[in-house]
């Protein structure tokens, strides 16, 4: 392969599967207490049941870009190797990181003329982002170009479904999602919103359920108004997240598996920097569909 494929830790995908395809990730900062750390670190675990245990416990938890001078110097090294670069980042709607990294980019192509360097904007969190990178990844083991590829991305992300619900709103709240009287009405009322990710790369609310067993049902019943795109969702890749609560997203999995057949479905952590914001608790469903 002639280019490599460049990603944050806003993708969400299990270190495995990072190792196994030699993904190159810009982890991005989070800070407890003053100390910061960063999401992703190659060859090391991260405890993310102690990271949501302390969310549950009261940790006040802070979010901040990548470091930008690691991350134009793997872009660099990158490039020094006689390989092109393409960056496929956190969605612009919920973060300032691909604002920064563009610029990098940018000034990287200047720098190297003769490679190509490029970032998209995927528009996309968590595990939508990331069920767009293991795509992209895929084409380009299968012998896409960097032009093939790229235009994949650019064309294939308006067509990613995010459905996302919480367990508590405060996180929202704090966040700037909800207002305070919405979420304390919420959670005195056993409220659950359910969420999704517009074309504009925004966290949006769409409708509010009572009760959790509700409103995982209802992330799966927006997947019976999706249209197939590119292949029936019984033939399809699917990518289920959560903030500390697998049980919860294995019941969204057998959901899916019953209803629609499907049987490729991965189930991942929300890492630190995106579950700082959602909270612990947190399920999202994420699938092709012909429009978000």
């Known amino acids: 392969m002639s280019f490599e494929i460049v990603t944050d830790s806003g993708s969400n995908l299990p270190e495995s599967y990072i190792e196994e395809h030699g993904l190159h990730i810009l982890p991005l900062t989070f800070i407890i207490d003053g100390v910061q750390y960063q999401s992703y670190l190659k060859g090391q675990h991260t405890d993310l049941q102690q990271f949501y245990t302390m969310m549950r416990e009261g940790k006040v938890i802070t979010t901040s870009l990548p470091n930008l001078a690691e991350a134009e110097a793997l872009m660099q090294s990158i490039l020094d190797a006689g390989k092109d670069v393409l960056y496929l980042g956190f969605s612009s709607g919920l973060s300032g990181t691909f604002a920064a990294i563009e610029i990098i980019v940018r000034k990287l192509q200047e720098a ?11 528009l996309a ?3 939508g982002q990331g069920l767009l990178v293991y795509l992209a990844v895929k084409a380009a083991e299968e012998g896409g170009s960097f032009e093939e590829v790229a235009a994949w991305v650019e064309e294939y992300k308006f067509h990613l479904a995010h459905w996302f619900t919480v367990d508590d709103l405060m996180f929202l709240f704090r966040g700037g999602r909800v207002s305070k ?3 304390w009405a919420g959670t005195m009322l056993n409220i659950k919103p359910v969420l999704h990710v517009d074309d504009e790369g925004h966290l949006i609310p769409v409708e509010k359920v009572r009760g959790r067993k509700k409103s995982l049902a209802a992330l799966v019943k927006q997947m019976r108004t999706a249209q197939d795109f590119v292949a029936p969702l019984s033939k399809q890749t699917v990518f289920v997240n959560h903030g500390d609560c697998v049980e ?5 999995a057998a959901l899916v598996k019953e209803e629609f057949g499907v049987e490729d479905i991965h189930i991942n952590y929300i890492d630190p920097v995106i579950g700082a914001h959602s909270g612990p608790g947190t399920v999202a469903l994420f699938f092709l569909t012909n429009k978000r």
């Open 125 to 127: 969190a968590s595990g």
């Open 181 to 183: 009287t919405s979420a």
């Open 112 to 122: 190297y003329p003769e490679r190509r360097v490029m970032a998209i904007d995927t």
């Open 248 to 252: 919860d997203a294995e019941y969204v």
